[in-house]
């Protein structure tokens, strides 16, 4: 009789796709025997399990569906590295309140101080609460806004996008408006993240035009946290000439700009 109850049971938590509670049964029911547990903490634990599975496998599509390069949290990020940045200020981001506020964030910096380490992070974080991200760099933005202007788009529909790489190529006239037309749309609906290795004084040259360059500037700080990362490399720490290039960039700060 308990043979026939338990694939009876196995059989039912598979047809209501229950996977994670059917794999670990055997485990959870000698684990309850031992401990003598009453039922209803018997089915709390098997339900937990089931519960934590599926939130793993949530978390994991949303990861992919984002497209990041690669996954960093802030945990790995060495603040030590960069002791001038006001780690507070920074963490603050973590509560994720910029992105219920549509507001966005810029990081600017030279290479390799972890601009796109903590856009990420922030991405993973946001994916772990159940907004939906999208990654991009601005090369591949570009590229997208010229190949149609769809609204359903994730780039410009998503909780929060990140464009990485803002100011490593230059862009024309008509592209630079075609990323202004995406800033537009998202404007006060949707968060945006940017990392730039330009400052914004840079940026009239990176678009080429100086009306358009405000135009977007305008739109991007209005609600906004901006910080920026002075410092050397961290990928070149072991490198003498990459102290030299950074040494005299002063600290690092953050500006709020959500007024």
Known sequence: MEQLTHERLQ?????????????????????????????????????????????????????KIAGLPFAKTIEEYDFSFHPHLDKKAVMELFDLSFISKHENVIFLGPPGVGKTHLAISLAIKACSHGFKVYF????????????????????????????????????????????????????????????????????????????????????LLHHSKVINIKGHSYRLKEHAFSKQIYNQQGGDSVNDLSS
């Open 11 to 63: 059989d039912n938590l598979k047809r209501l796709k229950l996977t994670k509670a059917a794999e670990v049964l055997d485990a959870i029911v000698t684990h309850s025997e031992e401990d003598r547990v009453s039922y209803l903490s018997f089915l709390d634990h098997l339900l937990e399990e089931e519960v934590a599975a599926k939130e793993k496998r949530r978390i994991e599509t949303s990861l």
């Open 136 to 219: 991009t760099t601005m090369h591949t933005l570009i590229a997208k806004l010229k190949e149609s202007q769809s609204k359903g788009k994730a780039y410009l529909n998503s909780s929060l996008v990140i464009v990485d790489e803002a100011g490593y190529l230059p862009v024309d006239s008509k592209e630079a408006y075609l990323f202004f037309q995406s800033i537009s749309y998202r404007y006060e609906k949707s968060s945006t993240i940017i990392t730039s290795n330009k400052s914004f004084i840079d940026w009239q040259e990176l678009f080429g035009d100086p009306v358009i360059a405000s135009a977007i500037l305008d739109r």
